[in-house]
């Protein structure tokens, strides 16, 4: 029980960061609704078929389910928001260790995103399959 809780509560938190991202520029939106939805799938099934129906993130779950796709215009986003925070982190007074820290794992986290297929590929394909 107090282990749902606390998925529930990541879960949460996670979803919180993504709305801020909608907002806030130099903030990834894709990858805190896929942790939320893998937190939520843990400790809430209420929690994980909200996202999944959500107008905003529904439609994203939605394709990373169906065909482990992210769409193109949430690539391009991510990306941008990563170069931005690489700036802000290379500029910042933080300990040079922090910086190759973090920007190893955003380097990581950005190689993983390209590596996904575009949704908008994916319905290409599916369109060109039944013609």
Known sequence: MLRNKLWSLLALVFIAVAFIGVVLPGLPTTEFVLLALWASAKGSPKLQAWLTHHPVFGPLIQQWHQHKA?????????????????????LSTMPIWVKCALLSTMLIVFIW??????????KQEILTLHH
């Open 70 to 90: 992210i769409p193109k215009r949430a690539k391009v986003i991510a990306a941008i928001s990563m170069l931005i925070s690489a700036g802000m982190i290379y």
């Open 113 to 122: 995103l390209l590596s996904r297929p575009d949704s908008n590929k994916k």
